[in-house]
């Protein structure tokens, strides 16, 4: 029998039992409120105001009764109002690559940095890295957190790591080749550059050594995926993370590709309806909140990441324990309920680009006829989706009615209309129209 625990970087932690693992983290999440409660006085007030004493938490269920912590509280925090440590205890400082005047300010600590490295090591163990691996991190090295943190998790496993860090791709490109890279660090869209630019200099992917691409830090789909291994020959996870709470490494598929398992044992995952802010069951997309269990410079309880996964409970045949998180869906913020399905204009805007290469303008309306709610999905034509041929425009609304229903389980009315008609693509607040209310 194939002894799968070879490809685990912590078998103890990351297969363990998992009534032990709710037992660690009930006790890492009681002593993480009592050092938020002393130490940072956004919660102290929060508690406070709340009449919540951490010494009275003694239960794990009772994490949902608390209040979200937002971007917006990490906002005013700057530059270091959340910190739980002072600054002499602070080893690294990065930040949040959010588009924000004021980025968002992460401290580690020693601990924080030990355990980053050892949670950066889980997620590229389990994407097939090895000790006689040389990687290639095409992430940025800087203040981002993507480039340093994967880095010293592939030290760690005594990979040869050759710190490219993002850009000068016609470079990348040679290295990769002549230093016989195995396995690629990038996010998805570089990898595609990085495919193009073989491809430039007539170089044949066959001919390259790459075995595994771990991909990370921005959406992606499946038809990236598949054109990514096909490309660069290699076999490519899912990876995900986030500055706020650490940075790579909170969450990543093993070689199954069935999701991504969270590191449970420092991260508590909930997905919650982000409307309601009330937990949605596993399976069903809604936001994605995280609680930190280890973190010492900077300690979050129920972090609102903005990001839609749902929650996968099943057991993973890599014998991982940890639960995994499927691929992110898109951002939380214009959603639509209709007939009690959460339908996020982001995972619609997805699917128009996979099957017209880009996204056309659209608009999600909703309407209630005869007490029944009807979805419409109005798309302008273009270039892309283009075609004067009547019959190929009746296939394409097919096409797209089939896999809306497929994705999302409703089957809207599909309308394409003349350009201009619709508005500015990527205008969120003009994604939904939603006349039931009206
Ligand atoms: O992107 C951290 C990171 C770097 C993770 C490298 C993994 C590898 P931020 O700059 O703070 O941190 O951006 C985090 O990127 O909230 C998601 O919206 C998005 N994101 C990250 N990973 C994925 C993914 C790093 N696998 C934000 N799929 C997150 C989709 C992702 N979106």
């Known amino acids: 029998m194939v002894d799968r625990r070879v490809n685990i970087w912590e078998p103890d932690a990351e297969c363990m039992d998992r009534e032990e693992l709710e037992l660690f983290q009930f006790e890492r999440l009681q002593a993480t409120l009592n050092r938020a409660y002393k130490n940072v006085a956004f919660y102290k007030r929060r508690f406070h105001d709340l009449g919540f004493d951490p010494e009275d938490f003694d239960d794990l269920e009772m994490l ?5 912590t937002t ?3 990490l906002m005013d925090s700057y530059p270091y109002d959340m910190f739980a440590v002072p600054l002499k205890e602070v080893v690294r400082i990065q930040t949040s690559s959010v588009s924000a005047r004021k980025p968002i300010v992460i401290g580690y600590t020693r601990s924080d940095l030990h355990i980053w490295r050892h949670l950066a090591a889980r997620i590229l163990v389990a994407g097939g890295v090895r000790e006689d691996d040389v990687v290639q991190n095409s992430f940025a090295y800087g203040l981002f ?3 340093l943190g994967l880095h010293y998790g592939a030290e760690l496993i005594g990979a040869s790591v050759i710190p490219t860090s993002t850009g000068r791709t016609h470079q990348q490109v040679r290295i990769m080749e002549d230093y016989r890279t195995t396995v690629l660090l990038s996010t998805p869209s570089y990898a595609l550059v990085l495919a193009d630019e073989l491809e430039k200099q007539g170089r044949n992917a066959k001919r390259l050594n790459l075995r595994y691409a771990l991909l990370a830090g921005e959406p992606w789909t499946e038809e990236m995926r598949a054109q990514i291994e096909e490309r660069l020959k290699v076999v490519a996870t899912d990876n995900y993370g986030l500055s706020e709470v650490m940075g790579p490494g909170v969450a990543g598929e093993c070689l199954e590709r069935a999701g991504m398992h969270v590191a449970e044992g420092h991260f508590i995952a909930e997905v919650v309806d982000p409307k309601s802010g009330e937990r949605v069951p596993p399976g069903e997309v809604g936001e994605l909140v995280l609680t930190t269990l280890t973190r010492e410079a900077v300690p979050l309880i129920r972090y609102r990441t903005g ?8 057991p993973c045949p890599c014998g991982r324990t940890l639960n995994r998180i499927s691929r992110i869906a898109g951002r939380a913020n214009d959603t639509v309920v209709v007939r009690g399905i959460n339908v996020f204009p982001d995972q619609v805007s997805h699917l128009l680009q ?14 209630r006829e005869q007490n029944r709610d009807v979805l419409t999905l109005i798309i302008e034509v273009t270039e892309s989706l283009f075609s004067d041929k009547m019959s190929h425009q009746t296939a394409l609304v097919e096409e797209i009615r089939n896999r809306f229903s497929l994705l999302i389980g409703l089957n809207p009315i599909v309308k394409l209309v003349e350009r201009g008609t619709v508005g500015e693509s990527g205008d969120e607040a003009k994604r939904v129209l939603d006349k039931r209310f009206s």
């Open 307 to 314: 990001d839609l996964t749902s929650l996968i409970t099943e």
């Open 354 to 367: 996979e099957i017209g290469g880009a996204e056309p303008p659209f608009m999600l309306v909703v309407s």
């Open 71 to 73: 971007i917006h509280d």
């Open 64 to 68: 949902a009764e608390l209040p979200f």
């Open 145 to 147: 957190t993507g480039g």
